[in-house]
């Protein structure tokens, strides 16, 4: 095994533990970016360990209070005893600037902590794990390691307005959607599109068109170039293709899902449906979309996959359908929801991506009950973490079929409007559309618009 001991700087371990004895606001500094943790040596994190409790105790740390706690702790004779403790302020300025100290020691953390990784994963390996769960837990290791390592310090606002300022006056310039596109257009006025660093959540009762949803907005990324990730948690990556067929030719989906129902063989160059197949899968064949079936993968291993997408593949998007079938670790449904809901919000934020993360409801009393917040299933705090929460209602007539006025209630957006979208969903092509599109005249009474924005608040 590796001598961990002898990759660090022992020097410069000594002058951040020196220079807080000499003036304890350097503590502040060090406790922001590094732990007892990162210290190599273990006399090293007992004494920064004492340093952080004698602050937390309010108590100041100077050499007499140091010793006397470690030696209280029984830690004294460890780490070197009395001499040792005093030696850490030789050679130390008066006033010592300790941010380079700080930058040393933790990048020999960091260097540390990779090696253990793939020390362990080595032994991992000869033990016979299973190399699926060994590739997620090293993508998962060394994007932790990368997160810590480029962590940012606390910012004033002067800090940040210049940047803001900036990033305003491009995009009241912009003629395009500011975020990302959803397929709807009308969904896209009122929620300025899918911005980056939030976490947008498709509820729907089972049947009611989320996945039609997730899908409509991959193929719109997908057609001007946008890289994206689609766990498709619940469908396998054939019947997820078969859905984008459907959706840019003119072969209906349940002729897909049974070709013999599209007549003549594919050799009949007079069937136009085998044509409009063949045109249509040249155009997805070029698609950026990377499509992840894999089982039902635990909230650590998505992640893992997520990040190494967005840093591998400059994936500007990731869609998760759905996300009562991703595993975490829980005591209970609701629990285990809300940590995955937590954790993909967390994702977002830190990789600046917009995350559509789609969601069961649960089944109403009444049918064509209009689902609210409190629909999401096992789920409080679903809502909590979501930027954005868009509920498809989708009414149904006598004979049970759809019926024509469904529609996509904003039912929260931090940032934005809030109301209802009138929709329908094409059951041939799995798409939305606009309502007012398709009836191509006045909706009926008593339909709100998005234009009349008597709906939205």
Known sequence: MTDFSSICNVEAEKSILGAILLNNTALNEAAGQINAADFSLDSHRRIFACMVDLAEASKPIDMVTLIEELNRTHDLVPVGDVSYVSSLIDGVPDRPSIQHYISIVKDYADRRSLLWTL?????????????????????????????????????????????????????????????LPTG??????????????????????????????????????????????????????????????????????????????????????????????????????????????????????????????????????????????????????RERVGRVADQLR?????????????????????????????????????????????????????????????KIIIAKNRNGLRGQVPVMLNDSKLLFYSRDLVERRQPPRGVVTLQQSAGLQ
Not at 199 to 228: D, H, M
Not at 236 to 248: G, I, N
Not at 260 to 288: F, H
Not at 294 to 300: C, D, E, M, R
Request: hydrophobic content about 45%; overall charge negative.
């Open 119 to 179: 020390e362990r994963t080595s032994a991992q390996i000869r033990d016979g794990e299973a190399t699926n769960d060994l590739v997620a837990g090293l993508q998962q290791a060394v994007l932790n390691v990368v997160e810590q390592s480029t962590r940012s310090r606390a910012a004033l606002p002067r800090e940040i307005i210049g940047g803001l300022l900036r990033d305003i006056e491009t995009q009241s310039a912009s003629e395009g959607l500011i975020g």
């Open 184 to 333: 709807l257009s009308c969904l896209d006025v009122a929620t300025g599109g899918l911005r980056p660093g939030e976490l947008i959540v498709v509820g729907a009762r089972p049947g009611a068109g989320k996945s039609a949803l997730a899908g409509q907005i991959a193929i719109a990324n997908a057609e001007i170039g946008n890289v994206l990730a689609f766990f498709s948690l619940e469908m396998s990556r054939l019947d997820l293709c078969r859905r984008f067929l459907s959706a840019v030719t003119d072969v209906p989906a349940y002729k897909l899902r049974d070709p013999r129902l599209m007549g003549a063989k594919k050799d009949d160059a007079s069937n136009p449906l085998w044509r409009s197949l063949a045109a249509g899968a040249g155009k997805i064949a070029e698609w950026p979309i990377l499509i992840d079936d894999n089982g039902s993968p635990t909230i650590s291993e998505i992640i893992a996959r997520a990040k190494l997408h967005i840093a591998r593949d400059k994936a500007k998007l990731i869609i998760v359908d759905y996300l009562q079938l991703v595993r975490a670790d829980a005591p209970d449904i």
């Open 346 to 406: 967390i994702l977002a934020k830190t990789e600046q991506v917009p995350v559509v993360l789609l969601s069961q409801l649960r089944r109403p009393q009444g049918i064509n009950d209009e689902p609210t917040l409190i629909d999401l299933k096992e789920s409080g705090d679903i809502e909590a973490h979501a930027h954005i929460v868009l509920l498809i209602h989708s009414p149904v007539g006598p004979d049970l079929r759809p019926a024509f006025e469904q």
